[in-house]
């Protein structure tokens, strides 16, 4: 083994899955970030800082709903949302851009720069460089940029460049791929703030870290508002930060974990969908050994989902491995699927849920209908859908 | 094999000169020219050459790289593709060494064990992958050594030096030194260049062969008198895009004849 493997507590691997697959250029700028995120995460003026950027920029914490109307119309276990759509923003993107936006300032570096799928995490970025006073680009596929041209907007008004990736699919993984060059190129002085659970070492966990306060404040508040924990928690993975930071903090006790995936048009459609851990194969994308979307040969497939942040051939490394040790489990919900959750929870509860999280909802449903009264549904609700109604109305064929 | 790398960097350094090392992507401009260009490379001068494996997603390389990767993975060219094209190589004659150099990912979905005895098998000599630093190559190296094909490592300016010891340690062929932070094709190869070579040098008795930034005849002249050898990979793209399909060969050909001052002929 190297001797630069050795120098912070944090393990590199989730299982068999992991690791730190990058270009040699890459190497010192992981090392150097390894050691201040695990200096840092000990350090009570970091986390008080974040701490108190989190209760009073971010507005943490975020409540606890229970879903009544909706509920009361499915018939079976209580439904509660967990609101990651209410902290700014408009999704939980922004407790990992604080956090790692902070660290970049304490490692001394400049620059930021992000890729962005929806946007959310592109805004979520965009609004930390205001306020932290850091220069901001963001890479974003054109066919995303098509789809999310408020938030484009947004970032632009933020003070960020938001760069056109013309490449591939033009979609998330195109936008890592040109965030990666813009990084190998520029690595002395940016900081390259990754918006899901996945790349290379360190990134997965501490990506999860930062998200984790979801899930702490969710078991918290279940304790208190239902007294017990949820029978399942329910949350949509693209990447998967949002669903790791919901699981984690349950990982030992007796909860389900439920993971939704994107269907897009169908999983027997090849380069028409998003379900990485329900459809693919382990393989080594973007830094990191993990699921991914692939041919025999090993090229990544093409992605389709009408959620732009779920489109995404690859997953969060620990979700293969809370897949392959079974503590978790991965299903899929298509892209009519996710219309009917996001109009279903529009309708029963005045809440208008992201594309994203809209995948959660009929699982979530079916599940509480298993469960029947006296259990408790935990649905992570990632972000408000405020950005999809464009979207929406094109998918209703109704015009704006 | 190893010891054919080794020797051909003998042979050019004893011969006063770098070793010219030049890259073609498998499958660029079209699966069918893949082979004369192995040959067209030779005959121009190259001493060794990097046979790029196609890859959906090549997150180090410079727009020049990544169409040809493009134009290649669209024609579905794959890693078991690209050994034919070795094979049929050499049974055409190909003599100088030639290293298969590309992304992780193809390999571990054709198996890390398999890629390397096929590789062998079919004449190929190593491998450099772009993303499997020394770190995660255990069992690929492993597998290297067992076929006798040889795991090229990178070195970067970002390097730690401290660093630089173990990297060399596992080479034993020649040793890539990336001359420049950014992707292929990209910045030009620096003035400093030559302060990291030396740094490496004090790593190794190995080869440094310098890559990324070095495309015309000054700077392949430049960086030839501080290392072993020179890398030539976008420049080489550009030339075979610069015409006609019919005579990418033949530009070829004559940019290695330019650049290198010679050619293979009697070589």
């Known amino acids: 083994m190297m001797s630069t493997e050795t120098r912070s507590d944090l393990a590199p691997r989730f299982g068999e899955f992991g690791g730190r697959y990058i270009p040699e250029v890459l190497v010192a700028a992981h090392e150097e970030l390894e050691e201040a995120y695990d200096a840092a995460r000990n350090d009570p003026t970091f986390t008080e800082e974040l701490a108190q950027l989190q209760r009073h920029y971010a507005g943490r914490p975020t409540p606890l709903y229970l879903a009544e109307r909706l509920t009361e119309e499915v018939g079976g276990a209580r439904i509660w949302l967990k609101r990651e759509d209410l902290a700014h923003t408009g999704a939980h993107k922004i407790n990992n851009a604080l956090g790692q936006a902070l660290l970049a300032k304490r490692i001394g570096k400049p620059r930021i720069i992000a890729e962005t799928g929806a946007g959310q995490h592109g805004v979520a970025t965009a609004t930390v460089c205001a306020k932290l006073n850091l220069e901001c680009v963001v890479y974003m596929g054109t066919e995303d940029i098509r789809r999310q041209s408020l938030n484009v907007f947004r970032m632009k008004m933020l003070g960020a460049e938001v760069v056109p990736v013309d490449s591939g699919s033009r979609t998330l993984k195109d936008a890592i791929n040109e965030a990666m060059r813009d990084w190998v190129t520029n690595v002395r002085t940016t900081h390259y703030l990754i918006g899901s659970a996945i790349g290379p070492h360190p990134f997965p966990t501490m990506v999860r870290d930062f998200q984790a306060v979801i899930g702490l404040e969710a078991r918290q508040q279940m304790l208190e508002q239902a007294g017990r924990l949820p029978d399942v928690a329910v949350a949509c993975v693209g990447g998967g930060s949002n669903a790791i930071g919901l699981f984690h903090p349950f990982i030992d006790d007796p909860v389900r974990l439920v993971g939704v995936e994107a269907a897009g048009e169908g999983l027997s459609a090849p380069g028409r969908n998003a379900a990485t851990l329900v459809a693919g194969s382990p393989g080594v994308l973007h830094g990191t050994r993990t699921y991914l979307l692939q041919d025999e040969a090993g090229q990544i497939l093409d992605t389709h989902s009408i959620s732009a942040g779920l489109d995404y051939p690859g997953v969060g490394p620990e979700h293969s491995w809370l897949k392959a040790s079974e503590r978790a489990e991965y299903i899929a919900a298509d892209d009519a699927e996710a219309l009917e959750g996001f109009q279903r929870l529009t309708g029963s509860e005045g809440i208008i849920p992201a594309l994203e999280p809209s995948h959660a909802i009929l699982p979530a449903i079916r599940l509480a209908e298993e469960l029947g009264e006296g259990g408790d549904v935990l649905i992570g609700l990632s972000g408000r859908g405020d950005k999809d109604m464009h979207t929406v109305a094109e998918a209703l064929g109704v015009t704006l | ?267």
Do not use: W
Not at chain 2, 19 to 31: I, L, N, R, S, T
């Open chain 2, 1 to 267: 094999m190893s010891e054919r790398l080794r020797a051909r960097f003998a042979q050019a350094n004893g011969e006063g000169r770098a070793a010219f090392v030049g890259y073609v992507m498998a499958g660029f401009p079209e699966p069918n020219q893949t082979v004369p260009l192995l040959l067209g490379l030779e005959a121009g001068g190259t001493d060794v050459i990097e046979l790029g494996v196609p890859f959906t997603d090549p997150l180090a390389d410079g727009a020049t790289i990544q169409r040809a990767n493009e134009v290649a993975v669209a024609a579905g060219v794959t890693f078991t593709d690209c050994l034919a094209m070795v094979r049929e190589a050499r049974s055409r004659g190909l003599s100088v060494p030639l290293v298969l150099m590309g992304y992780d990912n193809p390999l571990l979905a054709y198996g890390e064990e398999r890629a390397a005895a096929d590789a062998a098998a079919a004449g190929a000599d190593g491998f450099i992958v772009v993303d499997l630093p020394p770190d995660e190559a255990g069992t690929f190296r492993k597998a290297c050594a067992a076929n006798d094909v040889s795991f090229v490592p990178l070195v970067a300016p970002t390097t730690a030096e401290e660093r630089m010891g173990e990297v060399a340690a596992v080479a034993d062929s020649f040793i890539y030194c990336v001359s420049v932070t950014g992707t292929t094709g990209g910045a030009e190869v620096p003035p400093e260049v030559g302060d990291l070579v030396a740094t490496i040098r004090r790593h190794t008795e190995l080869p440094i062969a310098v890559g990324f930034g070095v495309s015309t005849e000054e700077q392949v002249a430049r960086v030839g008198k501080v290392a072993e050898g020179v890398i030539v990979g976008s420049a080489i793209i550009a030339a075979i895009e610069g015409g006609s399909v019919e005579g990418c060969v033949d530009r070829v050909r004559s940019y290695v004849e330019r650049v290198t001052g010679r050619s293979g002929a009697g070589a």
